[in-house]
């Protein structure tokens, strides 16, 4: 959306996180049936990460308060259509003495778009141990998203610059603002701080549905980094084809978060990208697994040939 002048930035930025949260919640209209609302159209196809948290929101809806969700596996199947709202099908799988297991189904046009398999676990004590966070500079040191698009406008496709100079609900800073337009290939690894612009009820089950929205975010792109072809830069099909979260811990998104990705493999038209995110103070809060489509639209390593999707 467009700056609105007549607003403070803490109105406009709380007025952004006010609709993601609404657009993530949803309306029930039977049992275990839900519909999610749509988000203003500004691309052909609805963003995962809309789909993602939609659907684990609606399998929050179907269990205990005291489970939250600790784990998700989803499949997309179908871009979504913006123009439409997603219904979402939820099938109770199994609730045992400490977990629960959904399943659920996006729909649009009568045929699913997504699957998604979700597991809840009631909180226990337990063994401890986690991977230590990378050193990187404070989200102070580093440049809004924003920022380094606008200084790299004249490289940058212009559908990738229009969607990359939108104010977001969820702000990303790169560690390393011009890791992905150098131009040359880099060592598949990549950081950014996120958090939401504006404050947050502390509803444990609101912050992990955005944080599996936010997952989706970015995270392909390590799988590019050891190439020349970018999809900021070079005409490209780009698609989550499957995610998973894993959430370890409570969290809070309207704090500073850093997600760390790599990528230990692309080939076959696919890569596939790792990530994990660390709370500011160094805490290990979620882990996340993510393999997508990579075709580039001139052929297999021709750029300028076009293929069919």
């Given at each position: 959306m467009a700056?609105?002048?007549?607003?403070t930035p803490e109105a406009v930025r709380t007025k952004l996180l006010g609709n993601l949260v609404e657009l993530l919640g949803l309306e029930q209209i039977e049992m275990d049936l839900f519909r999610g609302g749509r988000a203003s159209a500004r691309s052909a196809r609805v963003f995962?990460?809309?789909?993602?948290?939609?659907?684990?929101?609606?399998?929050?809806?179907?269990?205990?308060?005291?489970?939250l969700p600790h784990s998700l596996h989803a499949y997309f199947m179908r871009a979504g259509d913006p123009a439409?709202?997603?219904?979402?099908?939820?099938?109770?799988?199994?609730?045992?003495?400490?977990?629960?297991?959904?399943?659920?189904v996006a729909i649009q046009h009568g045929k699913p778009i997504l699957n998604l398999a979700s597991s809840f676990h009631v909180a226990e004590a337990g063994?401890?141990?986690?991977?230590?966070?990378?050193?990187?500079?404070?989200?102070e040191a580093?440049?809004?998203?924003?920022?380094?698009?606008?200084?790299?406008?004249?490289?940058?496709?212009?559908?990738?610059?229009?969607?990359?100079?939108?104010?977001?609900?969820?702000?990303?800073?790169?560690?390393?603002?011009?890791?992905?337009?150098?131009?040359?290939?880099q060592e598949a690894q990549q950081s950014y701080w996120f958090r939401a612009v504006a404050p947050l009820p502390p509803d444990q089950v609101l912050h992990?549905?955005?944080?599996?929205?936010?997952?989706?975010?970015?995270?392909?792109?390590?799988?590019?980094?050891?190439?020349?072809?970018?999809?900021?830069?070079?005409?490209?099909?780009e698609a989550s084809l499957d995610h998973a979260l894993w959430i370890h811990r409570d969290l809070r998104v309207d704090a500073w978060s850093l997600y760390v990705q790599d990528s230990p493999w692309t080939g076959g038209a696919r890569g596939l990208s790792r990530g994990l995110i660390y709370s500011r103070d160094g805490v290990l809060i979620a882990s996340v697994a993510q393999e997508g489509l990579i075709r580039l639209l001139g052929g297999a390593g021709e750029p300028g040939r076009k293929t069919r999707a």
């Open positions: 700056a609105d002048t007549t607003q995962g990460g809309q789909v993602i948290g939609q659907a684990l929101m609606a399998a929050c809806r179907t269990v205990p308060a005291e489970r439409i709202p997603i219904v979402y099908q939820v099938a109770h799988d199994h609730d045992g003495g400490s977990f629960s297991s959904r399943r659920v063994l401890d141990h986690q991977l230590a966070m990378p050193d990187v500079p404070p989200p580093c440049e809004d998203e924003l920022v380094v698009a606008a200084r790299h406008a004249g490289k940058i496709l212009p559908a990738r610059l229009a969607s990359l100079s939108v104010q977001r609900p969820i702000e990303f800073r790169p560690t390393r603002s011009d890791l992905r337009l150098s131009g040359k290939p992990r549905v955005l944080l599996a929205y936010a997952s989706d975010m970015m995270l392909l792109g390590a799988s590019l980094l050891p190439h020349s072809q970018h999809w900021l830069t070079d005409p490209m099909q």
